[in-house]
């Protein structure tokens, strides 16, 4: 931001700005903020898996940093503020008030949550000075562009560091049970990862999320697509569930017979995350254009779309051999996927509903691998319990 606001801008940062610029929305600057809140989300649900004792506490501060998340990739209190005006927002502030104030009163009286306590206010401090900032934003004038740009580069910065606070004050409760969980003792992304082996435990519960996306998008947002010009909360299945898949997938690596396969899959979920993102397919069409002339045909939709089945031809394919899919289920979901890509190709002469239409798509895409994944697991995991039975 401070070389694209104050120094001479080259060609190349001039059209490569947008994609990583966090003032723009739905790029990998937002990806990264809003994937940063979902882990501290995952460290506090974690240390609430272990902590009896403060399990409702740490369940509600997980709870409202994925709630942080969602509103951050989707852009909701933009939409909100918009339609509303700024006390629209007022139930909102009141909700998340209470959340963060409770479970905060409740790690401040015991001296071993003392610290978390400290940098989760720390975190909710400097996201209601965004608030303030964002306010004056939209209210107060700035007529010096100097002035203005250092307004969104500071407000940005500090929302950064308010994650910051957030995530670490989550890592740090998690460190002080490692007597319970000796993995916490490094405190690292796959042992934090145990508490998404909990959810994926339960088909209904990805099919139910997978559902409310669906109908949200054929009941809500496509009719009413051009008040959401911020953000797209569509995003948030498809992107969230790849990096969570790609997360489990690492996890579960640890115990899996076919470790690499396994991490490999992980691996590519994660980048298939950061793929959703609308604007690199953009960025690396213009740089094609700039360096080679090639008008990236193959980078417009919907032909960038079919990137998404790399994570599904592996989902499938490993499911397949180890047995728990016949390639029957592979071509009956493909056939699905099929329809629903036919469905919405007419749709796609409107530029305002393509990116909708995508996740729409990706979602579907998403939820088959998840199936996919969840059933070689399974099956691993019951031939262990089988194996140490016998052995028992």
Request: net charge neutral; aromatic share 14%; proline share 3%.
């Amino acid at each position: 931001m401070f070389l694209f606001y104050f120094l001479k801008k080259n060609p190349w940062l001039f059209h490569g700005y947008p994609a990583v610029s966090l003032t723009h929305e739905m790029n990998y600057a937002v990806w990264w903020s809003g994937i940063g809140l979902f882990v501290a989300g995952l460290v506090f649900f974690r240390v609430a898996q272990i902590d009896v004792e403060k399990r409702l506490a740490f369940g509600i501060l997980g709870l409202a940093c994925v709630a942080l998340c969602i509103d951050e990739i989707g852009s909701l209190h933009e939409s909100v503020a918009r339609i509303g005006g700024w006390v629209a927002l007022a139930p909102f502030a009141m909700v998340f008030g209470a959340m963060f104030s409770w479970s905060l009163f409740i790690l401040y009286r015991d001296t071993r949550t003392l610290w978390t306590a400290l940098l989760v206010t720390l975190g909710v401090g400097v996201f209601v000075g965004v608030a303030g900032l964002e306010f004056i934003e939209h209210n107060i004038i700035i007529w010096d562009a100097t002035l203005r740009r250092l307004r969104l580069i500071g407000e940005e910065a500090i929302e950064l560091v308010g994650i910051s606070f957030l995530v670490i004050g989550g890592l740090l409760a998690y460190r002080r049970l490692r007597h319970r969980d000796p993995a916490a003792a490094d405190a690292g992304i796959i042992s934090v990862s145990a508490v998404l082996d909990l959810a994926m435990r339960y088909p209904v519960l990805s099919f139910a999320l997978f559902f409310m996306q669906t109908t949200m998008a054929i009941g809500v947002v496509l009719p009413h697509s051009n008040y959401l010009t911020e953000g797209n909360v569509l995003s948030l299945y498809p992107l969230l569930m790849a990096f969570s898949l790609g997360l489990y997938c690492f996890y579960r690596a640890r115990s899996y017979s076919g470790r690499a396969q396994l991490q490999w899959l992980g691996l590519v979920l994660v980048l298939t995350s950061v793929l959703q993102i609308f604007e690199l397919y953009e960025l690396v069409g213009k740089f094609l254009l700039a360096t080679t002339g090639y008008n990236g045909a193959a980078l417009q939709p919907p032909a960038f779309w079919f990137a998404l089945l790399v994570p599904w031809t592996m989902s499938a394919r490993m499911a397949v051999a180890a047995g728990v899919m016949q390639w029957r289920d592979v071509i009956v979901d493909l056939v699905l996927i099929g329809i629903v890509l036919i469905a919405i190709i007419p749709d796609l002469v409107n530029p305002d509903r393509r990116e909708f239409l995508f996740f729409l798509f990706a979602g579907f895409i998403m939820f088959s691998c998840y199936r996919f994944i969840f059933a070689v697991t399974r099956r691993d995991e019951l031939q262990g319990s089988g194996s140490m039975q016998a052995g028992y």
